[in-house]
């Protein structure tokens, strides 16, 4: 048995919301998930796991119309979802009344459920969420039917206001696959056996370093569970480190150079270290659009003019290490930071 197990998708989230680019990183999380239905098609998955958080908010009927549009695509798939505590399902959800026509199935109860698929010889467990936060830790104890067969429990929490979840015990539960999701970030609990795929696409600036999915595959010979990168964009620190004999052209220049060397389909937080000529004043404005700049950190040490403040200090610590760090300057900014504060 095949499955690609997902969460966290955010349909209708818009990332970085008032950006020029927040409206295009709302459609490319769209557009991430019609990618991830022909991935499932490319692979000839049995499964499509969302372990939920799928919809950004309570999801409206249109939305479900879509969304039933879209996996109507699978070709040969079951797609099998929860709600997570952004989609949560409430007393007058949509989820409740609407009736799919793709092979779609959504396990809509508050207690865990459990759906058999013969073909695949498959179970799939799994309960919803009613509302944004349960602190009850709804996993406690949750064991397989017994039955012959592969068992996957659907998981959607981890944290003390979303089903706290011990993970140890969880482990020992008899299920075969554990697909969590809430964590935004991958992590493999126990491989092979447990694991948060984190979003398909990163949502805010914290969510550094590759998103995707996992694709996994249960057979009576073995059992593999891999992460794939998928997301078109991720966030990455850039670091660069000017220096106060360089013009504002040149500054302007290092950092397009830095930025375009990381990738330019990224987005950015962008930290400048070492020191500026005080008469410039940086406008990053037009960069900022350019290359999707969610943050600017100004680490930069304002000397006035080196050769002055040497000479100040040339008979004390802080002289001896602008003499020592002169052609480093961003260690000189890191040190002369730390004496100046203790300085005060």
Request: negative net charge; aromatic residues 10%; proline residues 4%.
């Amino acid at each position: 048995m095949k499955f690609i197990h997902a969460a966290d998708i955010h349909l209708g989230a818009e990332p970085e919301k008032g950006k020029p680019w927040s409206k295009t990183r709302r459609k490319e999380i769209r557009e991430s998930f019609q990618r991830l239905i022909e991935v499932v098609n490319g692979e000839d998955a049995d499964f499509l796991l969302i372990s939920g958080d799928l919809f950004h908010k309570q999801p409206l009927i249109q939305d479900l119309r879509e969304l039933d549009y879209m996996l109507g695509k699978l070709v040969r798939a079951k797609a099998v979802i929860i709600a997570g505590n952004h989609d949560y399902i409430g007393e007058n959800s949509p989820y409740l009344s609407y009736s799919f026509e793709s092979n779609t199935y959504v396990l809509t109860n508050r207690q865990m459920e459990c759906l058999y698929f013969e073909e695949e010889k498959t179970y799939v467990y799994g309960f919803s969420y009613w509302c944004q936060e349960i602190t009850r830790p709804c996993y406690q104890g949750v064991k397989p039917n017994g039955q012959e067969g592969i068992h996957i429990l659907l998981a959607h929490g981890g944290d003390a206001k979303h089903i706290p979840i011990d993970f140890e015990e969880l482990k020992w539960s008899g299920f075969d696959y554990i697909a969590l999701g809430h964590i935004h970030k991958p992590q493999m609990i126990y491989e092979d056996l447990m694991a948060y795929p984190g979003s398909l696409e990163p949502l805010d600036a914290t969510e550094t370093g590759m998103h995707g999915y996992l694709l996994g595959e249960i057979t009576e010979e073995k059992q593999i569970v891999t992460f794939v990168p998928f997301a078109s964009r991720c966030y990455q620190k850039a670091e660069v480190v000017l220096y106060d004999t360089m013009s504002e052209e040149e500054i302007y220049d290092i950092i397009e150079t830095e930025l375009s060397r990381m990738g330019t389909e990224n987005l950015f937080r962008l930290v400048l270290t070492g020191s500026v000529d005080p008469k410039i004043h940086l406008d990053l404005t037009d960069l900022m659009e350019e290359f999707m700049i969610v943050s600017i950190e100004d680490e930069l040490m304002a000397f006035g003019d080196f050769d002055e403040m040497l000479k100040a200090n040339q008979d004390n610590l802080i002289g001896a290490v602008m003499k020592k760090l002169r052609d480093d300057p961003k260690a000189l900014s890191y040190a002369m930071k730390a004496l100046l504060s203790t300085a005060d």
